[in-house]
């Protein structure tokens, strides 16, 4: 199931990443959205991962997959691509991925009493 999740979190960021923009104002906080996205981005790939050594893997593919939607958006009208976008973007998804496997080797070590 939460590879499921997973895969609809990744469609639902492409559709929003790739529509269309029109006489849309920029929101000063628009690089902390991009954050918070690639954040939870980064917590569902590690839930979605059976094996987690291979989360480091999983988390530079979330990156280029930012990059991707980077490029996409100087594709499409109303858009373009911004190299802020993809630093917030990936300092998400290391943020993300520093709480999951914080907690994780909290849980690890709590185990062993």
Do not use: W
Request: net charge neutral.
């Amino acid at each position: 199931m939460q590879q499921i999740i997973f895969v609809i979190y990744a469609g639902i960021v492409a559709f929003t990443s790739l529509r269309p923009g029109g006489d849309v104002n920029i929101d000063p906080m628009d690089k902390v959205v991009h954050l918070l996205v690639y954040y939870i981005f980064a917590v569902l790939g590690y839930r979605a991962l059976a094996n987690k050594a291979y989360y480091l893997y999983m988390c530079l593919g979330i990156i280029a997959y930012s990059g991707l939607m980077e490029l996409g958006q100087s594709q499409v009208p109303g858009r373009d691509m911004s190299g802020y976008d993809l630093l917030a973007n990936a300092l998400g998804v290391v943020l993300g991925a520093a709480v999951v496997t914080r907690r994780r080797q909290g849980e690890d070590s709590g185990s062993g009493r």
